[in-house]
């Protein structure tokens, strides 16, 4: 439910930016409803990935200092407050609105960052070496439905308010066409993502210490036994070998980022958060942008045959179609697959797919244009969503979690989150310009000319191409436990502390 929330919150965002444009940014007398200026527009839709890579960073590395469980509370309390504040306004000039949603969006993100290692890390730490891949895979199979949820929630709080508030289309009536009350609406959507996050906090806080944290780090195989008999229902002894404390001190005789850590697992950490990197700037610079993509093509009506609640409910329909056909399959083909095909396997496939499809996007993209042919632009969109799923956007989550050591897990399990909302970064502040007509009398008000929806398409299918090749870096974690894959059993013969070992 933790990872259901940040989708949610992470991408309604960009369902409401041209509501907030309509309503706050609405020149008078002008031909065209109003959005957001590019500097408002990118700081709306990117403070919340800047406070996400913060919050990766920190969080994870306080779960490795203070443990799982104790942080896992913080980050969630931190989310429903900040959905809460991002509904609310310390004044009511564009400007303070916009300060007050960055803000609290910030703090939003941070929490949110927290739940990418912890959650990883936790799932990894209580699964069998069998089905561990599609366990961890099926937690973040849940963004898939938090981006459903953030559709649905736009179409019924707009259809709603649409059929209360009846309005002209902005051609009509360029004032009328945005109802007052359509203010109301946008900080309904983004105060909701409060709901989740409440609801599982009862639940977060019951959850007790992973036993491999309590037993390699915390070094307390007792209480490590404890929790697991509780969990799994059937008594756990600690066992007392001889090798134990060998086994606990050889895999504490190096930090993070020495020289023994960066022989062991330097490359793995390379290749882990570069191919994160690279794989989000593709993703989110889709992601994020999807309606401007479904305008260009003429998959949503023009903005002025609208007013805007039908606007907003045609853009939610649209993501929730999306996310429908290709982003939610793709996520649960990983969850069934992972454990037999591998990761390395499902990643190398996703990043070859998504490159082929960029390309096919982008080297005909008159063609996609051409009314006629704008339901096959959307269904190879959809199916480079598709493979982005049954592929690196699940695969860079998971392997993270599986290949350190349980000391510095939670950390570098943040270390590649955070290169990823990096490169989410890029790709959402870099798209709003990238995408823009190369003819400066053709873009958006306020854009300098970008290099062009088609040269975009390109770039990122380049993106993929370095992700496939870098995936090579990446050990296969399937079928074997987290201290083998870790080393952190080395030099030790059959030695199995406090059970540890074999779940």
């Given at each position: 439910?933790?990872?259901f929330?940040?989708?949610?919150?992470l991408?309604?965002?960009?369902?409401v930016?041209?509501?907030?444009?309509?309503?706050?940014?609405?020149?008078?007398?002008s031909?065209?409803?109003?959005?957001?200026?590019?500097?408002?527009?990118?700081?709306?839709?990117?403070?919340?990935?800047?406070?996400?890579l913060?919050?990766?960073?920190?969080f994870?590395?306080?779960?490795?200092?203070?443990?799982?469980?104790?942080?896992?509370?913080i980050?969630l309390?931190?989310?429903?407050i900040?959905?809460?504040?991002?509904?609310l306004s310390?004044?009511?000039s564009?400007?303070?609105?916009?300060?007050?949603?960055?803000f609290?969006?910030?703090?939003?993100g941070?929490?949110?960052?927290?739940?990418?290692p912890?959650?990883?890390?936790?799932?990894?730490e209580?699964?069998n070496?069998k089905?561990?891949?599609?366990f961890?895979?099926?937690?973040?199979?849940m963004q898939?439905?938090?981006?459903?949820?953030?559709?649905?929630?736009?179409?019924?709080?707009?259809?709603t308010?649409g059929?209360?508030?009846?309005?002209?289309?902005?051609?009509?009536?360029?004032v009328?066409?945005?109802v007052?009350?359509?203010?109301?609406?946008w900080?309904?959507i983004?105060?909701?993502?409060?709901l989740p996050?409440?609801?599982?906090?009862?639940?977060?806080?019951?959850?007790?210490?992973?036993?491999?944290?309590?037993?390699?780090?915390?070094?307390?195989?007792?209480?490590?036994?404890?929790?697991?008999?509780?969990?799994m229902?059937?008594?756990?002894?600690?066992?007392?070998?001889?090798?134990?404390?060998?086994?606990?001190?050889?895999s504490?005789?190096?930090?993070?980022?020495s020289?023994?850590?960066?022989?062991?697992?330097?490359?793995?950490?390379?290749?882990?958060?570069?191919t994160?990197f690279?794989?989000?700037?593709?993703?989110?610079s889709?992601?994020?942008?999807?309606?401007?993509?479904?305008?260009?093509?003429?998959?949503?009506?023009?903005?002025?045959?609208?007013?805007?609640?039908?606007e907003?409910?045609?853009?939610?329909?649209?993501?929730?179609?999306i996310a429908?056909?290709?982003?939610?399959?793709?996520?649960?083909?990983?969850?069934?697959?992972?454990?037999?095909?591998?990761?390395?396997?499902i990643?190398?496939?996703?990043?070859?797919?998504?490159?082929v499809?960029?390309f096919?996007l982008a080297?005909?993209?008159?063609h996609?244009?051409?009314?006629e042919?704008?339901?096959?632009?959307?269904?190879?969109?959809?199916?480079?969503?598709?493979?982005?799923?049954?592929?690196?956007?699940?695969?860079?989550?998971i392997v993270?979690a599986?290949?350190?050591?349980a000391?510095?897990r939670?950390?570098?399990?943040?270390i590649?989150?955070?290169?990823?909302?990096?490169?989410?970064?890029?790709?959402?502040?870099?798209?709003?310009?990238?995408a823009?007509?190369?003819?400066?009398?053709?873009?958006?008000?306020?854009?300098p000319?970008?290099?062009?929806?088609?040269?975009?398409?390109?770039?990122?299918?380049?993106?993929?191409?370095?992700?496939?090749?870098?995936?090579f870096?990446?050990?296969?974690p399937?079928g074997r436990?987290?201290?083998?894959?870790?080393?952190?059993?080395?030099?030790?013969?059959?030695?199995?502390?406090?059970?540890?070992?074999?779940?």
């Open positions: 439910m933790g990872f929330t940040d989708a949610y919150d991408f309604c965002i960009s369902l930016t041209k509501l907030l444009g309509r309503i706050y940014y609405q020149v008078e007398g031909p065209k409803p109003g959005i957001l200026p590019p500097n408002v527009a990118a700081a709306v839709n990117g403070v919340a990935l800047c406070g996400t913060a919050g990766q960073l920190f994870g590395w306080l779960g490795d200092k203070l443990g799982r469980k104790r942080v896992f509370g980050t309390l931190l989310m429903m900040s959905s809460i504040g991002s509904g310390f004044g009511s564009p400007k303070t609105v916009m300060a007050t949603l960055c609290f969006r910030f703090w939003l941070f929490g949110i960052g927290g739940d990418y912890l959650s990883a890390t936790i799932m990894a209580y699964s070496k089905t561990r891949g599609a961890i895979a099926a937690v973040f199979a898939g439905f938090g981006i459903l949820a953030g559709g649905v929630v736009a179409m019924a709080v707009s259809a308010f059929a209360v508030y009846k309005a002209p289309a902005y051609s009509v009536d360029p009328g066409s945005t007052p009350q359509a203010d109301y609406v900080r309904i983004l105060m909701l993502g409060a996050a409440a609801l599982t906090y009862y639940w977060r806080m019951k959850m007790p210490e992973t036993p491999r944290y309590t037993a390699l780090v915390a070094k307390n195989a007792e209480k490590a036994s404890r929790d697991m008999s509780k969990v229902g059937i008594e756990v002894q600690a066992q007392k070998e001889v090798g134990e404390e060998k086994v606990i001190n050889k504490n005789s190096f930090g993070l980022l020289e023994e850590f960066l022989r062991r697992h330097g490359l793995h950490l390379l290749g882990t958060a570069s994160w690279l794989l989000d700037i593709a993703y989110y889709q992601n994020l942008f999807q309606k401007d993509i479904f305008s260009a093509v003429g998959w949503l009506p023009k903005a002025t045959t609208m007013n805007a609640m039908e907003l409910f045609k853009i939610a329909r649209a993501q929730f179609l429908l056909c290709g982003t939610v399959p793709g996520y649960w083909f990983t969850v069934f697959l992972i454990d037999h095909i591998g990761r390395f396997t990643q190398l496939i996703g990043f070859f797919f998504m490159t499809f960029m096919v080297i005909p993209y008159h996609w244009t051409l009314k042919n704008n339901i096959g632009f959307v269904v190879i969109y959809g199916l480079t969503f598709f493979f982005a799923n049954f592929g690196p956007n699940s695969t860079t989550f993270p599986e290949i350190f050591p000391r510095f939670s950390t570098c399990h943040g590649s989150a955070a290169a990823g909302k990096a490169g989410a970064i890029i790709g959402a502040f870099g798209f709003l310009y990238a823009q007509n190369q003819d400066k009398s053709k873009v958006d008000p306020g854009y000319a970008g290099i062009g929806m088609k040269n975009s398409l390109m770039v990122l299918g380049m993106m993929n191409v370095l992700g496939f090749l870098l995936t870096l990446v050990p296969e399937k436990s987290l201290e083998e894959i870790s080393g952190e059993n080395e030099e030790v013969d059959q030695a199995h502390p406090t059970g540890v070992e074999t779940v």
